[in-house]
């Protein structure tokens, strides 16, 4: 079984900085992809970045505009997404995504999800 949890979250001040965690606490996976989407309600969940803990790969969102960084452990199977200089627009639901291959950008393409973690930036 695949477990996703993920940890990080919280309200933080316009143009502060925070730092979401995610690990695969559950069987390891075959395809090596660990992700980052985010939501926001009324819209459609939105790729943030991707990093693939096998190969190296590392595939952001223009919306991070360089402020977001991932990284990963691939022995602890673990991602993290730094974010800095965050804005009123990056607050959202951040969801990890885990089972997908080449650092995908495709939502479709992740068989595992994790339940989410608020992020709210305040101004």
């Known amino acids: 079984q695949v477990q996703l949890v993920e940890s990080g979250g919280g309200l933080v001040q316009a143009g502060g900085s925070l730092r979401l965690s995610c690990t695969d606490s559950g069987r390891t996976l075959s395809a090596t992809t660990m992700a980052w989407f985010r939501q926001v309600p009324g819209k459609e969940r939105e790729f943030v970045a991707a990093?693939?803990?096998?190969?190296?790969?590392?595939n952001y969102a223009r919306i991070t505009q360089g402020r977001f960084i991932i990284s990963g452990d691939s022995a602890k199977k673990t991602v993290y997404l730094h974010m800095n200089s965050l804005k009123a627009d990056d607050t959202a639901v951040y969801y990890c995504?885990?089972?997908?291959?080449?650092?995908?950008?495709?939502?479709?393409?992740?068989?595992?999800w994790g339940q989410g973690t608020q992020v709210t930036v305040s101004l």
């Open positions: 995504a885990a089972d997908a291959q080449y650092g995908s950008i495709w939502r479709y393409q992740y068989r595992h």
């Open positions: 990093i693939d803990l096998s190969n190296g790969i590392i």
